[in-house]
């Protein structure tokens, strides 16, 4: 939750941080790359001005934790010292989740669905057994640890880390602390990590040096490149840096609440949490270039990869609690990913998953519902009188999925 932090005060240690410091310790506690910024950053304005616009223009969708407001109207995120007026320096960390997995571009059999790469992390431990992790638990820690050898460094001072759920603009940051530019999918693109990198923000009332308090930036190298505009099959990308979140995939499958809108369903694919294709196209991330992780917390789980749909389909309640428990899946919720699921199998062109998806065009959840019909119909001629009265059932609620306009999904945000 957000905490209005305005108030506190709090007497900061004079002694300056250094970039290259910052570094060694970051990387000591577990972090593939780490670079320093002094606040407010150069570019807070422009930043600011980008993310107030994208609010209005109403990109934010249904997350409207991104659209929080003080008593005076400004936007709680656009500014990191709005939140954290004694922050003097940002810390961003970058962990890549980069394995050797295959890419979701890459083609799979009918019946395989996708789950984000990002989603498929896990660590074995000591008595042999893979658990799923979650980056958010795994890089505050990090963070944590990291913040300890700082005060063991410099003594007392204000700090607040963050790992994707704080009133933080993470990718502002990251550019701003010279980690790398802001691609034309909108994700941050690390020149020799790529984008499969998660962000970890820890804030300080440290300053900065006075030589590194401005980071070298990364220039732009997405030069001519228009892949992952091309590529978008929700046209979510809606020209280069701009992303309209109502559109995406990612969105949709984990954050979106109730029906998917109908014109959605069938550039959703077969993503049923969360989607790569715009990372997965990006040269950036070519597998001749990108490194392969060696994190320990960040192991790919082989039965998320390409999993097959009849086993998600399989799960039930408890199955999904055991299975994605600890795992950032988890937050699709079980309807939410089976909605997801059975729109995966309208778009398989698979007909045995015709029987399932009539079973729960009568389930009690709206958008598992809205999802089957559809998906049913886009399976096409299925020789039963009964389809076809549910063919005409669906087109009859046609009206009922709504764009995003679904339920709000309260508190802080996960990807
Ligand atoms: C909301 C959110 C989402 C939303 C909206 C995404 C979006 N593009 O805005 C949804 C649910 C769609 C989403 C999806 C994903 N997310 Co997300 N998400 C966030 C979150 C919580 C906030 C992002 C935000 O504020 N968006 C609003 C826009 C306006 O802000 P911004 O992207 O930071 O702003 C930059 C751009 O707008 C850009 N910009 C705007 N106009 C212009 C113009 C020009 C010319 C240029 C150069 C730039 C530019 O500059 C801004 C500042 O640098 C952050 C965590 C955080 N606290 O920051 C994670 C975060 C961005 N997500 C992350 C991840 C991993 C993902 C997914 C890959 C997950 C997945 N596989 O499904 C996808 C990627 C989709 C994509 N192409 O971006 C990572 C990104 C890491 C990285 N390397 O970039 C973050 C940082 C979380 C983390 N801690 O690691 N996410
Ligand atoms: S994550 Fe998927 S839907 Fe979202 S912008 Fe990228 S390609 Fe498009
Ligand atoms: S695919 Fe091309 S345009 Fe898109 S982010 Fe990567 S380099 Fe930039």
């Known amino acids: 939750m957000y905490v209005d932090d305005s108030t506190q005060r709090f007497d900061a240690n004079d002694l300056p941080v250094h970039a290259d410091l910052v570094r060694r310790l970051a990387l000591d506690a577990g972090f593939a790359e780490a670079g320093l910024t002094a606040l407010p950053h150069a570019a807070e304005v422009r930043d600011a001005d980008r993310f107030e616009q994208w609010v209005n223009e109403g990109r934010a969708a249904t997350m409207q934790y991104l659209e929080r407001r003080r008593d005076d109207g400004e936007l709680v995120r656009a500014r990191v010292t709005t939140p954290f007026p004694w922050a003097k320096s940002a810390i961003v960390c970058f962990a890549l989740y980069n394995t050797a997995q295959p890419r979701s571009t890459d083609a799979p059999g009918p019946d395989a669905a996708w789950i984000a790469r990002y989603a498929w992390s896990s660590r074995v431990d000591a008595d042999g057994t893979r658990r799923p992790s979650d980056y958010h638990k795994v890089l505050l820690k990090r963070l944590k640890r990291l913040e300890l050898r700082l005060h063991e460094e410099f003594g007392e001072f204000e700090a607040r880390a963050y790992v994707d759920t704080g009133p933080v603009a993470e990718r502002a940051l990251a550019t701003a602390a010279g980690l790398g530019w802001i691609g034309k999918n909108t994700c941050l693109i690390h020149p020799k990590l790529g984008s499969y990198g998660f962000l970890a923000v820890l804030l300080t009332s440290l300053p900065v040096a006075a030589n590194d308090a401005r980071a070298s930036l990364t220039p732009d190298r997405c030069g001519t490149c228009r892949r992952c505009l091309d ?59 990108t490194p392969i992780t060696a994190d320990p917390e960040l192991e790919a789980r082989p039965e998320l990869v390409n999993p097959a749909l009849e086993w998600l389909a399989s799960l039930d309640e408890a199955d999904f609690e055991r299975t994605f428990n600890g795992s950032p899946v988890r937050r699709a919720g079980f309807q939410g990913l089976r909605r997801n699921i059975a729109v995966a199998m309208g778009n398989s062109g698979v007909q045995r998953f015709a029987p399932l998806l009539k079973e729960w065009t009568e389930a009690t959840d709206a958008g598992v519902r809205a999802a089957a019909r559809w998906a049913l119909d886009k399976l096409g001629p299925v020789h039963t009188t009964e389809v076809v009265a549910l063919r005409a059932k669906t087109r009859s609620d046609e009206a009922e999925p709504e764009g995003c306009g679904g339920s709000t999904v309260e508190g802080e945000n996960e990807v």
């Open 231 to 289: 590529a978008c099959p929700t046209g979510a990308l809606i020209a280069p840096y701009q992303m309209d979140a109502t559109r995406c995939i990612s969105y949709l499958t984990i954050e979106h609440k109730g029906p998917i809108a109908s014109e959605l369903m069938e550039g959703t694919g077969r993503q049923v949490f969360g989607c790569d294709i715009c990372q997965d196209v990006c040269p950036w991330n070519s597998p001749l270039r």
